[in-house]
């Protein structure tokens, strides 16, 4: 009986570990930032949220060019919480 019970709390705790992600949703896809002008770059801010249940840490984010820098929240995003992406992009 005892090990069943073991067994029983095991599987609960699997299950709970599994159903406990991050999960990011985003302000918005996509910064329209119009025309720009040589040397003077361009900012977008985008807020992401974690709709999840367990912390979200965002650790990459690979801009698609050289011009492009993005600075973003480093720490863990708790359930609920906000974090930001900062985007500039710079056609020097």
Same mark, same amino acid.
């Given at each position: 009986?005892?090990?069943?019970?073991?067994?029983?709390?095991?599987?609960?705790?699997? %299950? =709970?570990?599994?159903?406990?992600?991050p999960?990011?949703?985003?302000?918005?896809?996509?910064?329209?930032?119009?025309?720009?002008?040589?040397?003077?770059p361009?900012? %977008?801010?985008?807020?992401?949220?974690?709709?999840?249940?367990?912390?979200?840490?965002?650790?990459?984010?690979?801009?698609?060019?050289?011009?492009?820098?993005?600075?973003?929240?480093?720490?863990?995003? %708790?359930?609920?919480?906000? =974090?930001t992406?900062?985007?500039?992009?710079?056609?020097?």
């Amino acid at each position: 009986m005892l090990k069943r019970l073991y067994m029983l709390g095991m599987a609960c705790l699997t %299950a =709970g570990a599994i159903w406990a992600q991050p999960k990011l949703t985003v302000s918005r896809d996509v910064a329209n930032m119009g025309e720009l002008m040589f040397k003077m770059p361009g900012k %977008a801010s985008f807020v992401v949220e974690n709709t999840g249940t367990s912390e979200l840490l965002i650790t990459q984010i690979n801009p698609s060019c050289g011009c492009t820098t993005v600075e973003w929240t480093q720490t863990p995003i %708790a359930p609920g919480e906000t =974090g930001t992406i900062e985007v500039e992009y710079d056609a020097m």
